[in-house]
């Protein structure tokens, strides 16, 4: 074999490497420059809604909640005007009431002699009468008993009915507290501070 021949042959197997190296260098550019991609997105605002229930004003005819009464003797009454409202943005599937005391004696603990509450709503502004803490109160709309007459300390008392149940409802609303012409010497000189607590519970849960 003559020297230019050998010198060919040595020069076609160096190049065949590096020809297939190039070769798959540029499939795999190719391949890179190949990957497509695509997006899309949307959003949107989710903002919870408040429950609130709250009284009038304290001290006014829309709350005389908090005005005391003493000097009570059997067979008295004491009559208190409130006003509740749902200042909450939702309805409510129910509001309920709550009553304890502390300081506590006979007058919220016997069932039967101890003070005897009534809640009933008007469907106006009640007419209040008297001067404090002797108020009376009449009605120049309809009445509606909201809780009927029982022992003064209950837990969670549902309230059914009222115009509060919805979203800036209101209610004008009379408690009496009745001391029983039944109750005995025993209760002379006793007390109690008695607490109304009002819970709304929020609606059921519905699609948006």
């Given at each position: 074999m003559t020297r230019t021949a050998l010198r060919r042959i040595l020069r076609s197997r160096f190049l065949l490497p590096l020809g297939a190296f190039g070769l798959g260098a540029a499939l795999a550019g190719t391949?890179?420059?190949?990957?497509?991609?695509?997006?899309?997105?949307?959003?949107?605002?989710?903002?919870?809604?408040?429950?609130?229930?709250?009284?009038?004003?304290?001290?006014?005819?829309?709350?005389?909640?908090?005005?005391?009464?003493?000097?009570?003797?059997?067979?008295?009454?004491?009559?208190?005007?409130?006003?509740?409202?749902?200042?909450?943005?939702?309805?409510?599937?129910?509001?309920?009431?709550?009553?304890?005391?502390?300081?506590?004696?006979?007058l919220d603990t016997d069932t039967t002699n101890g003070l005897q509450m009534v809640i009933d709503r008007c469907s106006v502004a009640w007419t209040e009468s008297g001067s404090s803490p002797a108020f009376t109160y009449s009605c120049s709309g309809s009445t509606t008993t909201i809780i009927t007459s029982r022992a003064v300390i209950q837990s969670s008392l549902s309230m059914a009915g009222l115009n509060a149940l919805t979203a800036a409802g209101t209610d004008h609303l009379r408690l009496t507290l009745t001391f029983p012409s039944s109750a005995g010497a025993t209760f002379q000189g006793l007390s109690s501070t008695i607490t109304y607590s009002f819970l709304g519970t929020q609606r059921a849960g519905v699609a948006h």
């Open positions: 391949g890179a420059l190949a990957t497509w991609t695509a997006t899309t997105s949307a959003s949107n605002t989710l903002a919870a809604g408040t429950v609130q229930v709250a009284l009038g004003n304290t001290g006014a005819q829309t709350n005389r909640l908090t005005v005391n009464a003493s000097g009570l003797v059997p067979g008295d009454t004491v009559q208190r005007s409130f006003d509740l409202t749902n200042t909450g943005s939702q309805n409510l599937a129910s509001v309920a009431l709550t009553t304890t005391a502390s300081p506590s004696s006979l």
